[in-house]
């Protein structure tokens, strides 16, 4: 193994266990702080930080259509899509947030089937689908009496909301492809969302109750330094140097971080339901993506014997 492949696994493994603990930092910064203030404020921290040293180091600016192919990828997966989370996560136990973020490459499948001239599926698509909402349907079964709850309601919903979006903004990045560095890219897509969040929390009122407690700065500096600057930057320079098929495996890492650090540092609850959620949610999406990856394989198979 050549030195850089050595730093690209490194940085595949920060990724996997950083965003991870994201969804710990954020539920510790909701505690005290209003949803879109700090999320928002968080992105244009990391926004302007980024943008003043891919300057510095001579990037070249997004034009017109690129800006706008960013704005709406960045208010769908962030400014929405991520502030939907934040939301949730203020009555959600943070591991589950994100084992139901991770099934959003299911719903992207079945929204992508609904839409003209879908891409075909096979028998393994279908079957990581039905095993994927089944974990899903088991979560929900599992907390049944707490639906009632008006919190626990509110958070579901929240997380709805962040899953559509996520997945429009997910099948727009799909069809849309920009000219732009893919870092340079993600810096303008934080600063789009980070802006938007910020408006939607001044029209909420959210500055007069806006205090940072120690826990809370300490949750907002580290989203900002390591999750969205040391995390982003990691992901890119993975997806650089090790097959793209590889790195996403991050996503399968992330929930079970993100629930061991749950339990661990909050006590959140975790039982044997939940285990077997995770189990289902995870080979679902595990499934889904083998399937899509023979599609692939039949038809450059096809394209080749033309």
Not at 29 to 50: E, K, Q, S
Not at 57 to 86: A, C, M, Q, T
């Amino acid at each position: 193994m050549n030195n850089q492949n050595f730093k690209a696994y490194l940085a595949y493994i920060a990724v996997c266990v950083i965003w991870g603990t994201t969804y710990l930092a954020i539920k510790i910064g909701v505690t005290d702080l209003p949803p879109f203030l700090f999320a928002g404020l968080r992105w244009i921290t990391a926004g302007t930080i980024l943008i003043g040293y891919l300057f510095l180091r001579g990037y070249k600016f997004p034009v017109k259509d690129d800006l706008i192919h960013l704005f709406i990828v960045g208010i769908s997966l962030l400014g929405f899509g991520n502030g939907f989370v934040v939301i949730a996560e203020q009555w959600l136990p943070s591991g589950l947030t994100s084992l139901l973020i991770t099934t959003i490459p299911i719903w992207v499948v079945i929204i992508e089937m609904l839409l003209p001239n879908s891409p075909k599926i096979n028998f393994l698509v279908i079957l990581g689908i039905i095993i994927g909402t089944s974990g899903v349907v088991l979560i929900f079964w599992n907390d049944l009496d707490k639906i009632f709850n008006s919190d626990y309601f509110l958070g579901i919903l929240s997380m709805f909301g962040a899953v559509v979006v996520w997945v429009i903004g997910s099948l727009w990045s799909k069809y849309k492809k920009v000219s732009v560095k893919p870092l340079m890219g993600a810096t303008f897509q934080m600063l789009f969302a980070g802006v938007l969040q910020v408006i939607l929390g001044s029209l909420l009122g959210e500055w007069s109750v806006f205090h940072f407690t120690q826990d809370s700065f300490y949750a907002f500096a580290y989203l900002v330094l390591i999750g969205s600057l040391f995390g982003y930057t990691s992901f890119i320079y993975a997806i650089a140097h090790l097959p793209v098929s590889f790195v996403s495996t991050y996503t399968y890492v992330n929930p079970i971080i993100a629930l061991y650090l749950g339990w661990l540092v909050l006590n959140e609850e975790v039982n044997i339901i939940l285990f077997a959620a995770t189990a289902l949610i995870l080979g679902g999406v595990v499934i889904v993506k083998m399937g899509h990856e023979r599609i692939k394989t039949k038809n450059k198979i096809a394209q080749a014997n033309r």
